[in-house]
């Protein structure tokens, strides 16, 4: 039997009422392993206003790059503390910030091997499917083997590197619409 | 080691494009570069796995949230999730909100002139069963304006959320009602041109659901991607 998968529409702009229950801004508990990091930035549209009603659901694997899911068989430790789950709101500005580890390196296909990264959904009023990017760490050695990344044009990749500031804090930003600095979004 | 299946991309015409002009919205928010495409790896065959460890006795009664009952037409609303596949997606979490039946949410941003009701929130969630199956008790929404063209109008609907078994299952979409004149005006339902595909977006009424001189059922089925036969790529 085959079925057509439901049409996608937008989460409109009172999404938080239905959604915010379900809010992880740290997606670390205390025993969590790895390396906090902490990711902050802003949703832009394309006249260069913030976006005050987005939200952002992450997904990633935990600091030994295991995934807490059933598809992930890799002979890697699980981490009770760490799910890999968050969802973010935006504020009245655009501006979100959350808390996680960095991952540890994934498999990708064919035999390649993944940089850490974070798999971001972007949701918002105005988004009839929601967008699909993803979180690169900048300066991280395993970024130049990444499948991935190779696929996007190299002068895009940027888009998808959180950049350390002065205090470690990694800057990241989703820009929808743009000339010049569009994030990068992939067609899952 | 052999790569796992990915799942299956979508059929044409049956999911949206970013830009749909109509739906004003779109046009400042819609990616204007080619998106890349984004061979399915172990980051999207797996997601979140959240379920009935997160939710509440009574978390899928939206009319038993306050001290009294809300204003407005009860309803039952019950339904199937499956994939392309036609398997049923057991233990997974739906979310929903919706406005009040006056057409107004319970949402510091809707300034529609309808009056709120104290005894309706307007959200719930529940985890499908063994078989796939969800059920919600609610009352049917109200239609309401908004401003994306003049004398704009949504037709009533309830929004859903839902996560299925990998990133790549992720649903966020809208439930509506049969017979809603709304619907040919409104540029949210009419997003993709297959024309089954919007119907299927509507929900049927179900006189089995139905509870004697209590609520109207309805019955909507939910489709999330399947996952391929084979991996595309060895």
Request: hydrophobic residues 35%; aromatic residues 8%; proline residues 8%.
């Given at each position: 039997m085959t079925l057509t998968a439901t049409t996608s529409h937008t989460v409109g702009p009172y999404y938080h009422i239905g959604l915010t229950w379900l809010n992880r801004e740290d997606l670390t508990q205390a025993e969590t392993l790895g390396q906090r990091v902490a990711i902050t930035g802003q949703v832009v549209d394309g006249n260069g206003d913030f976006v005050n009603d987005a939200m952002l659901e992450i997904w990633q694997a935990n600091a030994a790059g295991k995934y807490d899911h059933p598809e992930d068989d890799q002979a890697k430790a699980l981490d009770p503390s760490f799910q890999g789950f968050g969802r973010v709101p935006v504020d009245a500005e655009g501006r979100f910030r959350f808390t996680t580890i960095k991952p540890g390196t994934?498999?990708?296909?064919?035999?390649?091997?993944?940089?850490?990264?974070?798999?971001?959904?972007?949701?918002?009023r105005g988004l009839v499917k929601h967008l699909l990017t993803r979180i690169y760490f900048d300066g991280e050695p395993a970024n130049a083997a990444d499948p991935l990344l190779a696929c996007v044009p190299a002068e895009r990749r940027s888009t998808l590197l959180a950049k350390a500031d002065a205090d470690g804090t990694y800057q990241?930003?989703?820009?929808?619409q743009g000339t010049e600095a569009e994030t990068v979004f992939f067609d899952y | 080691m052999n790569d796992k299946p990915g799942y299956r991309r979508p059929q044409a015409g049956t999911q949206p494009d970013y830009l749909h002009p109509a739906y004003?919205?779109?046009?400042?928010?819609?990616?204007?570069?080619?998106?890349?495409?984004?061979?399915?790896?172990?980051?999207?065959?797996?997601?979140p796995t959240i379920g009935?460890?997160?939710?509440?006795?009574?978390?899928?009664?939206?009319?038993?949230?306050?001290?009294?009952?809300?204003?407005?037409?009860?309803?039952?609303?019950?339904?199937?999730?499956?994939?392309?596949n036609g398997l049923p997606v057991p233990g997974i979490l739906v979310e929903i909100w919706q406005a009040n039946a006056a057409g107004r949410y319970n949402h510091d941003r809707d300034l529609h002139d309808a009056p709120l009701d104290p005894n309706f929130t307007g959200t719930g969630r529940t985890v499908?069963?063994?078989?796939?199956?969800?059920?919600?008790?609610?009352?049917?929404?109200?239609?309401?304006?908004?401003?994306?063209?003049?004398?704009?109008?949504?037709?009533?609907?309830?929004h859903f959320s839902l996560f299925g078994p990998s990133v790549l299952t992720r649903l966020v979409t809208q439930m509506y009602f049969p017979g809603d004149p709304l619907l040919a005006y409104d540029p949210i339902y009419n997003c993709v041109p297959d024309t089954r595909a919007k119907e299927r977006l509507i929900a049927s009424f179900d006189l089995d659901k139905t509870i004697p001189s209590y609520a109207l059922g309805y019955r909507w089925d939910i489709v999330l991607r399947g996952r391929d036969a084979t991996p595309m790529e060895k």
């Open positions: 994934v498999p990708g296909l064919k035999g390649a091997t993944q940089a850490p990264h974070l798999v971001v959904l972007v949701f918002a990241w930003n989703v820009i929808l | 004003k919205s779109t046009n400042t928010r819609s990616p204007s570069k080619p998106l890349v495409f984004l061979p399915h790896s172990l980051s999207e065959i797996t997601g009935a460890e997160s939710l509440h006795e009574g978390d899928n009664d939206l009319t038993a949230q306050h001290a009294g009952e809300p204003q407005g037409e009860r309803i039952i609303i019950h339904g199937r999730v499956l994939d392309e499908t069963d063994a078989d796939g199956w969800y059920q919600f008790q609610t009352i049917r929404p109200g239609a309401y304006p908004w401003g994306n063209h003049d004398n704009a109008w949504r037709p009533a609907h309830i």
